[in-house]
């Protein structure tokens, strides 16, 4: 299903994604060829990835080589500091204070009780995702847990609303880490990009210097492949069924 820009979206709403890496040039090489974006310069030396003239996602360069080279998810918010807080209340943890990003919005990191990070995103002038649930943007965020009693009822009630609320229409799923992963896989949460051939991206991604972390296997909201990227980045493929 094709949706373009909300204004604002609802809080616990997937609304961006950024990727950290060490070579935001060899990152747009990889991203430019496998999904068709193009590339604004954004704040702090970031740049956004752009399809069909609307955002879709950031690249930004590492500023510690230490940290790991992820993609990273953030939920809305229209209270950062209210929402960070009631994350450590439930058993999270805040890695990164809520910080502004020039007028663009504020941002934080956090983590859940199980220990995979995601972001918060409260929207100044940036409200998110111009474009979603097309070929080449953001189509769906999977955690990977361990304790799944307890994450389930973390972000349960967290994002109550955007989960289990009557105009709610998740594109957030969980599920084991041993489902996909090796069992001493740390918990994370897996952005999914939308294919319209799951099979036909792998190809490129091998000649791109990627590599297939997970060949093809179904699941109740398509068909996924678990890849990285030429610098190691993890990220997932997704091919919905037709009409979905």
Known sequence: MAENRASTYAEGVPCWVDAQLPDVEAGKRFYGELFGWT????????VWAVKRDEPVAALARKADGRMPTVWTVYFATPDIEG?????????GQVVTA????????????????????????????????????EPGSFAWAELYA??????????????????????????FGRA??????PAEMPPHFLVHFGVEDCEAVLGAVNRLGGRVQAPPFETSYGKVAVVTDNQGASFAVLERPEGR
């Open 39 to 46: 590339f604004e310069e954004a704040h702090g030396g970031s």
């Open 83 to 91: 929402l960070a807080d009631r994350v450590w209340a439930a058993g």
């Open 98 to 133: 809520p910080m502004p990003v020039g007028a663009l919005g504020t941002a934080a990191l956090v983590t859940d009780p199980d220990g995979a990070v995601f972001g918060l995103w409260e929207p100044g002038t940036h409200a998110g995702f111009g474009m979603r649930h």
């Open 146 to 171: 361990r304790d799944t009693e307890t994450v389930n009822a973390f972000y349960g009630g967290l994002f109550h609303d955007a989960l289990f609320g009557p105009d709610a229409h998740p594109d």
């Open 176 to 181: 084991p880490v041993s489902d996909v992963f």
